[in-house]
């Protein structure tokens, strides 16, 4: 059974950094490209970013571009996002997901003065 | 940035009808497109892939076609459990984008 599980999520003040994991289990990590997509309160889903498997290619949606960082860790099948400089409207749940397949349940993160 | 346009933004519907949605693209996108249910306080669900095909363990009254700029996800017969937002999302180009979606509820 695939199992993608988020964490890292919190609230922290605007300008603030923060670094959300993804633990993936029940298939072969490195085999699969893998995103994450965020949903602001009541709002549709955002995609945001996209790794390879092999973490060698890396894409990103402009208004995160210099600010967030996707990685990951395929000994650990683990994904990664490292959010610099956030601001009031990156206020979402993230959520991970495998490319075409499954998605985690999700991790909210709030900035806020 | 390529645009993805759902119709409608909502339908009200009875158990046992059959609904169709639609999803229009701002440019041919081939069939990389996938849709998603999302009920809420949930994580969305992947139902289809390459406009098309199936994700595992989704039930054939869920059916997706079309190719280029437009789509369709039809569920061939409403339950209960279908009651929720549906999206459209491309994956023929970066940045990938998705619908608005499509609320489905009660009639």
């Known amino acids: 059974e695939v199992q993608l599980l988020e964490s890292g999520g919190g609230l922290l003040q605007p300008g603030g950094s923060l670094r959300l994991s993804c633990a993936a289990s029940g298939f072969t990590f490195s085999s699969y490209a893998m995103s994450w997509v965020r949903q602001a309160p009541g709002k549709g889903l955002e995609w945001v970013s996209t790794i390879s498997g092999s973490g060698g290619r890396t894409d990103y949606v402009d208004s995160v571009k210099g600010r967030f960082t996707i990685s990951r860790d395929n000994s650990k099948t683990t994904l990664y996002l490292q959010m610099n400089s956030l601001r009031a409207e990156d206020t979402a749940v993230y959520f991970c997901?495998?490319?075409?397949?499954?998605w985690g349940q999700g991790t909210l993160v709030t900035v806020s003065s | 940035d390529i645009q993805m346009t759902q119709s409608p933004s909502s339908l009200s519907a009875s158990v046992g009808d059959r609904v169709t949605m639609t999803c229009r693209a701002s440019?041919?996108?081939?069939?990389?497109l996938a849709w998603f249910q999302q009920k809420p306080g949930k994580a969305p669900k992947p139902l289809i892939y390459a406009a098309s095909y199936l994700q595992s363990g989704v039930p054939s009254k869920f059916s997706g076609s079309g190719s280029g700029t437009d789509f369709t996800l039809t569920i061939s017969s409403l339950q209960p459990e279908d009651f929720a937002t549906y999206y459209c999302?491309?994956?023929?180009?970066?940045?990938?984008?998705f619908g608005q979606g499509t609320k489905v509820d009660i009639k």
């Open positions: 997901a495998k490319v075409n397949g499954d």
């Open positions: 440019q041919a996108i081939s069939n990389y």
């Open positions: 999302q491309q994956y023929n180009s970066y940045p990938w984008t």
